[in-house]
Nanobody
């Protein structure tokens, strides 16, 4: 049974950078597309980026230019590099496994991590 665990969040000043990690346990990542989502306080969870089993990447408009998704199947980890962080990037960030990237419907992803908090503030 695949389990996902996010890490790498924290408190960052505006303009800073973070690399979030999504580590897989219990199974390999090879058979899954992986999506990154975020949920800000009082808002719905939204898709940010996803990467297919074939390493094709996709970004929502809000993520283009500052977010980079990558995967290392040998390390069973997917990464989300974020640069130029803005206060509006403050949210809990989640990774999820599915097979329909670039579909960002929440129901298309059957396995979710517990999230990692990113707070952008001076």
């Amino acid at each position: 049974q695949l389990q996902l665990v996010e890490s790498g969040g924290g408190l960052v000043q505006p303009g800073g950078s973070l690399r979030l990690s999504c580590a897989a346990f219990g199974a390999t990542l090879d058979d899954y597309d992986i999506g990154w989502f975020r949920q800000a306080p009082g808002k719905e969870r939204e898709g940010v980026s996803c990467i297919t089993k074939s390493f094709d990447t996709n970004y929502k408009d809000s993520a283009k230019g500052r977010f980079t998704i990558s995967r290392d199947n040998a390390k069973k980890t997917v990464y989300l590099q974020i640069t130029g962080l803005k206060p509006e990037d403050t949210a809990s960030y989640y990774c999820a496994a599915g097979d329909l990237c670039p579909d960002y419907e929440l129901t298309s992803y059957g396995i979710w991590g517990q999230g990692t908090q990113v707070t952008v503030s001076s």
